[in-house]
T-cell receptor, first 111, second 114 residues
């Protein structure tokens, strides 16, 4: 079973920031938070990951709460091409740990 | 850029046929994975491999086998295709080693078994 809980779907206006929440209340100290997204009919695409500090790259920002029980993925200026299913995943530092994809959040960017 | 390619985007096969799905990655990654994706069930891990000639069962290996003869190639085999194996199949690769890794996915193969 997935170790994360995400809303089933969300809407966001084009040009606004999209904030996607994720709960991972049972996360352990050596588990990372990963975000992937899947645009319709394509394979999942890696976005970002973090352990406890906030992270930013060219695609998004990841904000992790101090207790690490939840996180938020931020797409700063959403475009129509950001319409996708977004998956929040927790995974051990050790790459032997499998990635378990949950149901994700279907994000609709509205023109 | 990491490139993971899959031999077909769409495939139609008949029940009982032997089906080969091929996956090739060009980044010298040690780890490779096969998933299937079905509506309402998300991605489920079928098999994975951490090295040439190594394979490990994932969560739903029944009805499937795999082959990893070369580092860059990981094949998924449906020994006798059945209609319940109609699905989207996704291959992924990841570098080995310690620390957090990133799985890179191919475009997927949509398989229809009649």
């Amino acid at each position: 079973d997935a170790k994360t809980t995400q809303p089933t779907s969300m809407d966001c206006a084009e040009g606004r920031a999209a904030n996607l929440p994720c709960n991972h209340s049972t996360i352990s100290g050596n588990e990372y938070v990963y975000w992937y997204r899947q645009i319709h009919s394509q394979g999942p695409q890696y976005i970002i990951h973090g352990l406890k500090n906030n992270e930013t790259n060219e695609m998004a920002s990841l904000i992790i709460t101090e207790d690490r029980k939840s996180s938020t993925l931020i797409l700063p200026h959403a475009t129509l091409r950001d319409t996708a299913v977004y998956y929040c995943i927790v995974r051990l530092m050790n790459r032997d740990d499998k990635i378990i994809f949950g149901k994700g959040t279907r994000l609709h960017i509205l023109p | 850029d990491v490139k993971v390619t899959q031999s077909s985007r769409y495939l139609v096969k008949r029940t009982g046929e032997k089906v080969f799905l091929e996956c090739v990655q060009d980044m010298d990654h040690e780890n490779m994975f096969w998933y299937r994706q079905d509506p309402g069930l998300g991605l489920r891990l079928i098999y994975f491999s951490y090295d040439v000639k190594m394979k490990e069962k994932g969560d739903i290996p029944e009805g499937y086998s795999v082959s990893r003869e070369k580092k860059e190639r990981f094949s998924l085999i449906l020994e006798s295709a059945s209609t319940n194996q109609t699905s989207m199949y996704l291959c992924a690769s990841e570098s080995g080693g310690e620390g957090p890794g990133t799985q890179y996915f191919g475009p997927g193969t949509r398989l229809l078994v009649l």
